[in-house]
């Protein structure tokens, strides 16, 4: 409010004018009408100075202007203050209803502790109640704000109901999360806007959503750690599968039975001679010799079977030869 009832003029003033200067804030509603009373009343204001001129008229219709500033201060115990959202129509709420919520509220407040409510508000866009107040001690210190919220947090957890009403949000009225030095806290949201390479730890994201927002996590580091998450899994699956493969490979060997042939016929076996003898006079080191023999043809042929030899007269009988002689393209039998 903004009062000049008090202008006088040796005429009796008839007409009052409101108009804001340039120089003053912008924020702030003027309530219907009154920018023409004696009284000015300025409502959803802010901190900062607001600037008005007021122009006043007499019966003769002359006028005078005057400046008026406002400066409006935040309020001392700001910073202690917590809101508390009760979940039910602000238009359903009754005096006693509401004496009776106060009283189980300073029940529920820390011992050695006053619970003092500061005003009740309508939440825009729901109408419910929203009732600020204070805690503090007995020698009027006040208590913190944050300290008072996990209390009250801890015993509505225990019993919702200890109230009488349901509570849809209870938090400070200004957000104190320093958002781990590296963001700004939203006040609406109460999430932190994190700076450039900076993020929320998703750990409390997604698996703790009891604790306050913050900026915690380094974008550099994260990114670090999962490049190197990723070549440690990899590196484990191909690991694993070449020890996999190689374990098998090597059991399937061992597990492999040998195999032995019986041997029927012994004409499949060459006869011992040495490969001197076997050489003629004119073989050198290039030559390359295919020996073939001719099939025995029983027992009395030189057969090896049943203990004969394949010996004649200390000689060992050679069967047919081929040879092969690089410097000419000549095949020779004997």
């Not at 120089?23 to 702030?28: D, E, H, K, Y």
């Not at 009154?34 to 959803?44: A, G, H, M």
């Not at 050489?279 to 099939?295: A, H, I, Q, W």
């Amino acid at each position: 409010y903004i009062n000049g009832s008090k202008s006088s003029d040796d005429w009796a003033v008839v007409r009052w004018k409101w108009t804001r200067h340039d120089a003053s804030l912008a924020l702030g509603s003027i309530a219907e009408g009154s920018d023409e009373t004696p009284v000015l009343i300025l409502t959803d204001v802010t901190f900062g100075k607001y600037v008005f001129n007021l122009t006043v008229f007499d019966e003769q219709g002359l006028s005078d202007t005057d400046t008026v500033t406002v400066t409006v201060k935040p309020n001392p115990k700001l910073y202690y203050l917590i809101d508390m959202v009760v979940d039910t129509d602000v238009q359903h709420l009754t005096e006693a209803q509401y004496s009776t919520l106060q009283g189980k509220l300073a029940l529920l407040v820390q011992d050695g502790t006053k619970l003092q409510v500061q005003y009740m508000k309508v939440q825009v866009g729901t109408n419910k109640p929203i009732i600020t107040f204070y805690t503090e001690y007995a020698d009027g210190k006040l208590v913190a704000a944050n300290d008072v919220v996990k209390h009250l947090h801890k015993k509505l957890k225990i019993d919702a109901g200890l109230l009488g009403f349901s509570i849809s949000k209870l938090q400070t009225t200004i957000c104190q999360n320093n958002c781990s030095g590296h963001g700004v806290c939203d006040e609406q949201t109460r999430k932190c806007t994190c700076e450039a390479f900076w993020m929320e730890d998703m750990f409390k994201l997604y698996l703790d959503d009891t604790n306050d927002s913050d900026c915690s996590w380094s974008v550099l580091y994260v990114t670090v750690g999962i490049i190197l998450t990723v070549l440690a899994v990899t590196g484990s699956i191909w690991g694993a599968i070449y020890l996999c493969v190689n374990g098998c490979s090597k059991r399937r060997l061992r597990m492999k039975p040998s195999t032995y042939k019986l041997i029927e016929d012994t004409e499949d076996l060459p006869p011992y001679s040495s490969r001197k003898a076997d050489l003629s006079d004119s073989d050198t080191d290039s030559d390359v010799v295919f020996e073939s023999r001719n099939k025995p043809l029983g027992r009395f042929n030189n057969d090896v079977r049943n203990g004969h030899k394949t010996t004649r007269n200390g000689f060992t009988k050679i069967g047919r030869r081929v040879k092969t002689t690089r410097k000419g393209n000549l095949f020779n039998r004997t």
